[in-house]
């Protein structure tokens, strides 16, 4: 089931979680604020920086 999905950990608390979601360790060595690894099946793990937008948002 997990292998038809793409894989994307934020940090974790455990390398055991880490181990959960992508099946390998790194997702407890992120920095957080938005630091991220992607799992590949290509490149195998990469490592991205996403962005969170906080509101409040007005629509005109």
Do not use: H
């Not at 292998?3 to 455990?14: D, I, K, P, Y």
């Not at 290509?42 to 629509?59: N, T």
Request: aromatic share 8%.
């Amino acid at each position: 089931m997990k292998s038809n999905f793409a894989r994307v950990a934020l940090r974790t608390q455990q390398k055991i979680d880490s181990r959960v979601i992508l099946d390998e360790n790194g997702a407890e060595s992120l920095l957080g604020e938005g630091d991220l690894i992607f799992r590949s099946l290509d490149s195998g793990l990469i490592r991205l920086q996403g962005f969170a937008a906080q509101g409040p948002y007005r629509y005109q």
